[in-house]
T-cell receptor
Framework: DTEVTQTPKHLVMGMTNKKSLKCEQH?????MYWYKQKAKKPPELMFV???????INESVPSRFSPECPNSSLLNLHLHALQPEDSALYLC?????????????FGPGTRLTVL | GESVGLHLPTLSVQEGDNSIINCAYS??????FIWYKQESGKGPQFIID?????DKRQGQRVTVLLNKTVKHLSLQIAATQPGDSAVYFC???????????FGKGTLLTVNP
């Protein structure tokens, strides 16, 4: 299995809602990533987990809360988002450590905040 | 919010022609480089990568060239097909640092 899967594909939420994005991979990768991508822009790194521990947080607002329950799963919990948070949220995974640079991306969740 | 009217660099080619997409990087310590293809509504898809100990690497219909002296990377696509139409991103990384730095992207349009 060489796929990263993400659910849901689309999500519409109000500013007071709480929702979660889910990501799963079965490639044995021990590094997992969340990116945010606005239209016509490159992906922007948000968080990196390495061996289920948070290793990079790119100064992301606390209304985004990542979680890595096990080596195959990555969640992004959303609360009190703003309309400007509307974007495509991409999950990726890679091998950990040296040589683990190639990141495999999922199809993304298209998030709209009303 | 989004920047309305901000355009990606674009490249328009005829079907069957060769395409060359260029990318500059800024960190001379980068030692890993990768090209992704992103079709509309999809996540980035790996095309080819190269490490700094090489200056050329070939895949199926694609070639990546690395010029470390001028910090320049290029992706060559042979016999471009309509299915190659997408946005292409280069990205660079360093050592065991997990962070990839992405370029702005180039929109490739292939005309039949």
């Amino acid at each position: 299995d060489t796929e990263v899967t993400q659910t849901p594909k689309h999500l519409v939420m109000g500013m007071t809602n709480k929702k979660s994005l889910k990501c799963e991979q079965h490639m044995g990768h021990r590094a997992m990533y969340w990116y945010k991508q606005k239209a016509k822009k490159p992906p922007e790194l948000m968080f990196v987990y390495s061996y289920e521990k948070l290793s990079i947080n790119e100064s992301v607002p606390s209304r985004f809360s990542p979680e890595c329950p096990n080596s195959s799963l990555l969640n992004l919990h959303l609360h009190a988002l703003q309309p400007e948070d509307s974007a495509l949220y991409l999950c990726a995974s890679s091998q950990a450590g040296l040589g683990g640079n190639e990141q495999f991306f999922g199809p993304g969740t298209r998030l709209t905040v009303l | 919010g989004e920047s309305v009217g901000l355009h990606l660099p674009t490249l328009s080619v005829q079907e069957g022609d060769n395409s060359i997409i260029n990318c500059a990087y800024s960190n001379s310590a980068s030692d890993y480089f990768i090209w992704y293809k992103q079709e509309s509504g999809k996540g980035p898809q790996f095309i080819i990568d190269i490490r700094s100990n090489m200056d050329k690497r070939q895949g199926q219909r694609v070639t990546v060239l690395l010029n470390k002296t001028v910090k320049h990377l290029s992706l060559q696509i042979a016999a471009t097909q309509p299915g190659d139409s997408a946005v292409y991103f280069c990205a660079s990384g360093r050592g065991s640092n997990y962070k990839l730095t992405f370029g702005k992207g180039t929109l490739l349009t292939v005309n039949p």
